[in-house]
């Protein structure tokens, strides 16, 4: 009989053996659960339900990159686009990101967003919307925009509208569209990751083509910052549609640092709390008028930039205020919008 330190000595060899042939097993049964998946994914021609490539949480680089360097990380995006090479991508999704001069943001967003979505499998395209200068800043607009040209690219199932100075931390965050439209940017470090409000819809959302199209896309009333994200949910439940969020540490997102945009005097919800919420039938994607000025093909992304007809656009805000009861007179908004627009 062994002696009792042998004994012991042979019974921790052999839970040490056990231990690693568990360890080896697993492993085993992991690399061949992803080959398995990536081997149906070839015979389907499909990429895998689940993206292999997933890491879950990752950090942002907060310095600006220039735009050579990304251009040279990014080689297989062609036209802000990019597809799967070894699969065929369940998802077509286009990004849309209203702008205005935030160049930082922008280098920032786009060498974020690349390696975020290419990890995804993703067949998507990045369009950059902006509006002419001399007109007040217009988020809802843009997005009615940025959803018709996209369309006249590729044929997208799937939108995600995007504010510039939003970064997703974490990839198991999927830039896809439920059956539901859902909010994305749930939790936001700058709010200490918690939801804003109950009926927040702003920051980052996504919705099918067919949703956005039914709820007449976004307002195009909305000059100046905010307001228009309210509307917009308001759209989305009043055609009997659910708000999805993923409550859970995936849906986290940095802010990055700006200087808060000033609150335009004709915003409608500000200039006047008894006006009536704009008509979601007749005011959205079925009313949009623009003038595309250009429509350039970066390596990186699309750069639309539109203007409006000035005199068109003072004349929807003096029509807007005629519905509801303005303690502020036509000719007061009027010379306003004027000295905006520089005329």
Not at 22 to 51: D, E
Request: with cysteine; proline share 4%.
């Amino acid at each position: 009989m062994l002696p009792n330190y042998l004994q012991k000595a042979a019974t921790i060899v052999f839970i040490f053996q056990t231990v690693i042939l568990l360890l080896w097993y697993l492993n085993y049964n992991a690399t061949l659960t992803i080959l398995m998946k990536r081997n149906i994914s070839n015979k389907s021609g499909l990429c895998p339900l689940i993206p292999p490539d997933l890491v879950g949480p990752i950090s942002v680089n907060i310095n600006a990159t220039e735009w050579m360097d990304i251009e040279k990380k990014f080689q297989k995006v062609i036209k802000g686009s990019y597809r799967p090479e070894n699969c065929k991508a369940r998802h077509k999704v286009a990004i849309l990101v209203p702008y205005r001069d935030r160049d930082t943001h922008l280098r920032i967003f786009i060498n974020h967003m690349h390696s975020f979505l290419i990890r995804q499998q993703l067949e998507y395209g990045i369009y950059i919307v902006e509006l002419d200068k001399d007109i007040p800043f217009n988020r809802g607009f843009l997005f009615n925009v940025g959803f018709m040209e996209a369309l006249k690219d590729n044929n997208y199932g799937c939108f995600v509208f995007h504010d510039v100075d939003l970064l997703p931390l974490n990839d198991f965050n999927l830039y896809q569209c439920p059956d539901q439209p859902k909010h994305l940017s749930v939790a936001i470090d700058k709010y200490k990751f918690k939801l804003l409000y109950a009926t927040n819809f702003g920051g980052v959302s996504s919705m099918s083509t067919e949703q956005f199209t039914t709820i007449n896309g976004y307002s195009n009333l909305f000059f100046g910052w905010g307001g228009e994200d309210d509307d917009f949910y308001n759209r989305v439940v009043s055609n009997n549609m659910t708000i999805s969020r993923d409550n859970s540490s995936i849906a986290r997102y940095t802010m990055l640092p700006h200087k808060k945009a000033p609150i335009n005097p004709f915003r409608m919800d500000v200039l006047n709390s008894g006006t009536k919420r704009p008509n979601q039938a007749v005011d959205g994607l079925n009313s949009l008028q623009y003038n595309l000025t250009e429509k350039v093909y970066r390596k990186m992304y699309v750069h639309i930039t539109v203007t409006l007809n000035k005199k068109d656009a003072v004349t929807q805000l003096l029509n807007r205020l005629k519905k509801g009861k303005s303690q502020i007179s036509e000719s007061q908004i009027f010379e306003t919008f004027k000295k905006i627009l520089k005329n």
